[in-house]
Every structure is written in C-alpha cells, then in structure tokens.
C-alpha cells in the first residue's frame, strides 16, 4: 500500500496512460492487443507510479527526500533486474511496431516522452491532494517501498508469468 491506496490501484491512472500512449503502437502493430499488453502495461505502469510517488514526495516534502531516496534505492536494488525486463519489454513491443530503425527512434524518444509527461502530470494531480493527506501518503512511502506491497514480482505475478512466455531476446 501506498498510504491507503494499493499498489494496484495507486498504478492504475499511470497504466490507464501506458494503455493511451501505445494506442499508436497497438495499431500499427499486427499483433492484437492481447493479455500479453494487458499484462505489460499492469506491471509497467505499477513501477511508474512509484515514480510518479517519489517525485510528488521529493516537491512537497524536500525535508522527506532523503528518508525517501533512501529507501527507494534500496527498492531499485531489489527490483534492478525485473525494471531491467519491463523496459526491455517496452522497448520491444515499440520494436515490433516500427518499420525500421529510424522509426523505432523516432518511436521511442516519442513514447518516453509521453511516459515522463505522465509521471509529471500525476505529480500535479497528487500535488492538489489537500496537504495533510499528501503528507502522510508521503511519510508512509519509504515504509512501503521497504515492504512486501511494494514486491513486484509478489503483487504481479500472474502478469509476469504472462509476460515471461515469451522470452527476450538474447543481449
């Protein structure tokens, strides 16, 4: 949980976003939009939100962010690997869309683009939140990302079994 909200739910405004921002890609993409999407982008979009979480705390409580930097990069330790795969997976999903590598460029700086306005304007939506609220949300935090709610892999993994059907490319 973050604060109140459940990690599923906090990820479902940024997800709901993922879902917007690839409708080009889904398009132009000859694979139809399959649990495999579906998957990618609830797990995606749970790690935006702590994104998105961190960067609201950082602005409205600055005497917080060390509490939360800190803590949040132990969670990055934790999780390095599988945010390692979920922008792989982006990446390739962008991949498939384009028809070639100038394409995928202009793809990929264009969806990067759409993720970070996202994350900024669920900033600004957290930052309207009355401020006593926001500062307990805030101050709940790095206790979250220190706990098992934060475990992506626990919290998704029906996703990631999903999503790990199909394997990636070797580097």
């Known amino acids: 949980m973050i604060g109140q909200l459940p990690l599923r739910v906090f990820g479902a405004c ?23 999407r579906l998957s990618l982008t609830d797990v995606y979009g749970a790690y935006q939100s702590i994104l998105a979480r961190r960067d609201t705390c950082g602005t409205a409580f600055p005497e917080m962010r060390g509490a939360t930097e800190k803590a949040y990069s132990g969670w990055q330790a934790r999780h390095r690997k599988l945010i390692d795969e979920l922008d792989q997976r982006f990446n390739m999903m962008i991949r498939s869309a384009s028809r070639d590598e100038k394409e995928y460029a202009r793809n990929i700086g264009k969806y990067e683009g759409a993720m970070l306005r996202q994350r900024e304007e669920v900033k600004q939506t957290l930052l309207q939140q009355p401020r006593p609220e926001l500062e307990e949300e805030c101050k709940a935090f790095p206790m979250f990302l220190q706990g098992a709610d934060s475990d992506l892999e626990k919290e998704f993994a029906e996703q990631l079994a999903v999503l790990r059907k199909r394997p990636l490319p070797k580097k």
Do not use: D, I, K, N
């Open 14 to 36: 940024v997800a709901a976003l993922l879902t917007g921002c690839a409708c080009s890609v889904l398009a132009a993409s000859a694979e139809p939009r399959t649990e495999y």
